[in-house]
C-alpha cells in the first residue's frame, strides 16, 4: 500500500451528498453521533472517515480541508 495521507473532504469526487451530510453533522452543536461508513470498495469509505476525524481535529485547516501536517492531523493517520 502507498503512503496514507488526508484526503481533504472537499476532496472527495462525487461524493457531494455524502460530504453535506458530514459536514452538517460536523457544525450541528454537541457531539457527533457514532457514524457507520458503508457502500462498496473504492467509493471512499476510509477516505470519509480520515478526513473527517482529522477536520476535527486539526489545528490549521478547517472542517473540510484538514492541513493533514499538524500534529493531530499526524495522529489520526497513525491510529487509522
Do not use: N
Amino acid at each position: 500500500m502507498s503512503e496514507e495521507r488526508i484526503v481533504p473532504l472537499v476532496a472527495l469526487a462525487g461524493q457531494e451528498r455524502a460530504l453535506s451530510a458530514l459536514l452538517a453533522l460536523a457544525g450541528a452543536e454537541g457531539p457527533i453521533p457514532p457514524l457507520l461508513f458503508c457502500g462498496p470498495e473504492g467509493v471512499g469509505k476510509r477516505s470519509a472517515a480520515l478526513g473527517l476525524a482529522a477536520g476535527l481535529v486539526c489545528r490549521s485547516g478547517t472542517i473540510d480541508q484538514a492541513c493533514g501536517r499538524c500534529p493531530p492531523c499526524l495522529r489520526v493517520l497513525q491510529s487509522a
